[in-house]
């Protein structure tokens, strides 16, 4: 049957215009003459006219239909390729070997796409790891040296400066290599795990509060709880305490971090999830950060099809608000 059917899909849709509308032609021609009518078939009204005109829209409204699903499926399937591309640089291959010839060839070009890319990140975190190693053994040379300071105030400030520096080139490599992680998705219990990492942080001395509850759903777990940590890590930072609420809708699990903190300013809102961006003045990575947790934990919650947003509360205190979708990944 291959052998029979034109591989482009030009041609296909072409053949099958032709054939349905000259099928319908001759089958409207062959009832009227075969009623002896075609004398009335001319005439400006006749019921033998409209049936046949119903006839043809029927005949075209097939043809259209077969036509759009010919050109929607391998045009769905790219789609969805390329969303599971977008959380996974490892996702499944599209099948070359099927759909006619536009289809293969944009299916090929799409594949070597995906193996290019996942190349250049290759690379890229191989340059990551030598630019790691030739930063860290010039600042161990430095610790060394430090050492042997006599004065102790220039010696704890110049050690604090080399371990600033050594916090900062790991959480940059860190968050530079975030996006090559391997982590599994399955069923997981979503308000078990922001519980445990609440109590985590009350153990460390932080006040802390959880309500609500979400059905388990299907996430990356190592993924997701490093989010959650980013953005606790947050509230607490700037907020001193957090509030955490764990809810769902029919589609979404939503997890909303209140702090205590002064807020930020409405223009800045969305500036803030930029990379090393910071509101805080300083400096120093102990009041202002590194600029990285919010760009992370975006980042993570993307991975997986969700969001994070940030509202001022009304009474005062940032909201920082995690939303994953109820989907089932592959």
Excluded at 228 to 236: G, M, P, T
Excluded at 255 to 273: S, T
């Amino acid at each position: 049957m291959k052998t029979l059917i034109p591989d482009s899909l030009f041609a296909r849709l072409f053949i099958l215009l032709f054939v349905v509308l000259y099928l319908s032609s001759f089958a409207s021609r062959e009832i009227v003459d075969s009623l002896g009518l075609a004398s009335e078939a001319s005439a400006s009204y006749n019921p033998f006219t409209l049936r046949i005109f119903i006839f043809r829209i029927i005949a075209s409204a097939l043809t259209a239909w077969v036509a759009a699903r010919w050109l929607s499926d391998p045009i769905k399937r790219m789609a969805m390729a390329a969303e599971e591309l977008g959380k996974n640089l490892n996702a499944a291959l599209i099948d070359e070997t099927s759909g006619p010839s536009e289809v293969r060839q944009a299916s090929r070009v799409f594949n070597q796409m995906q193996a290019r890319i996942k190349q250049q990140l290759e690379e890229r975190n191989r340059f990551l790891a030598a630019v790691s190693h030739d930063l860290r053994t010039p600042l161990t040379r430095l610790k060394l040296r430090a050492e042997k300071l006599d004065q102790l105030d220039l010696r704890s400030a110049v050690q604090g400066d080399i371990n600033e520096m050594v916090d900062l080139i790991d959480t940059t490599l860190d968050y530079l290599r975030g996006n090559q992680q391997e982590d599994a998705t399955c069923l997981f219990d979503i308000s078990a795990l922001v519980h445990s990492m609440a109590e985590d942080a009350q153990e460390c001395g932080n006040v802390v509060a959880v309500s609500g509850y979400a059905r388990p759903i299907r996430l990356q777990p190592l993924t997701t709880r490093r989010c959650l940590n980013n953005l606790i890590e947050n509230a607490l930072r700037y907020g001193k305490r957090a509030s955490i609420v764990v809810g769902e809708t029919d589609d979404e699990v939503v997890i909303a971090i209140h702090d205590a903190g002064p807020g930020i300013p409405e223009d800045k809102l969305e500036a803030v999830f930029a990379p090393f961006y910071r509101l805080e003045a300083s400096r120093s990575r102990y009041t202002g950060g590194v600029g990285l947790g919010l760009s992370i934990a975006r980042d993570m919650a993307k991975k997986q099809g969700g969001n994070i947003t940030l509202k001022n509360a009304p009474k005062g205190g940032l909201v920082a608000t995690l939303v994953l979708p109820k989907r089932t990944y592959k």
